[in-house]
């Protein structure tokens, strides 16, 4: 099994529906991201978190909203999904930030 | 001025010859560097990091950190048309990482 788990892989929604992307871990790290990849303007950090209690904003957290579940799961959500939240939507997780990350295999989401 | 910029690309080389790609950030007080690489469609896999200046060797790879400069390459010798890839440069920026927008490179056989 993969250390860090993303689903779905794929998702097609319309807009304005709630979506949930979900991410769990088996590599026992306290931190986790989700990033946004967007062609052309590389990967962007929507929340992280380093515990349970502890969540914090990136550079482009509005219109989403995150939840940390327990130490190996951080859910990510569209209240109300838009066009141009259409990307390719990444979780990843540190112990340090000395090895760097070990990201998720990726969920391709579409708004429609 | 992007926190951490880098060349789109393609950088387009043949195969068995060298790859050069760059990376240049804005922050003068970042300490660890970060090279992945990235296959259309799946996660990025990391190849290297750097944290002193000068150069760090693993395999084909290598990367070379200029603090000085603010500059941070990676070098890909032999290369093989399975390293055609996108690479991200990334950044320490305090509890994250900062990534380039990614170098897409194109080995030709």
């Known amino acids: 099994d993969a250390d860090v788990t993303q689903t779905p892989r794929n998702r097609i929604t319309k807009t304005g529906k709630r979506i949930m992307l979900e991410c769990s871990q088996t590599k026992g790290h306290d931190r986790m991201y989700w990033y946004r990849q967007d062609p052309g303007l590389g990967l962007r950090l929507i929340y992280y978190s380093f515990d349970v209690k502890d969540i914090n904003k990136g550079e482009i957290s509005d219109g989403y909203s995150v939840s940390r579940q327990a130490q190996a799961k951080f859910s990510l959500s569209l209240e109300s999904a838009i066009p141009n939240q259409t990307a390719l939507y990444f979780c990843?997780?540190?112990?340090?930030?000395?090895?760097?990350?070990?990201f998720g295999s990726g969920t391709r989401l579409t708004v429609v | 001025q992007k926190e951490v910029e880098q060349n789109s690309g393609p950088l387009s080389v043949p195969e068995g010859a060298i790859a050069s790609l760059n990376c240049t950030y804005s922050?003068?007080?970042?300490?660890?560097f970060f090279w992945y690489r990235q296959y259309s469609g799946k996660s990025p896999e990391l190849i290297m990091s750097i944290y002193s200046n000068g150069d760090k060797e693993d395999g084909r790879f290598t990367a070379q950190l200029n603090k000085a400069s603010q500059y941070v390459s990676l070098l890909i010798r032999d290369s093989q048309p399975s390293d055609s890839a996108t690479y991200l440069c990334a950044v320490k920026r305090g509890n994250k990482l900062v990534f380039g927008a990614g170098t897409i490179l194109r080995v030709k056989s």
């Open positions: 990843a997780t540190s112990d340090d930030l000395v090895a760097g990350y070990t």
């Open positions: 922050d003068r007080v970042s300490q660890s």
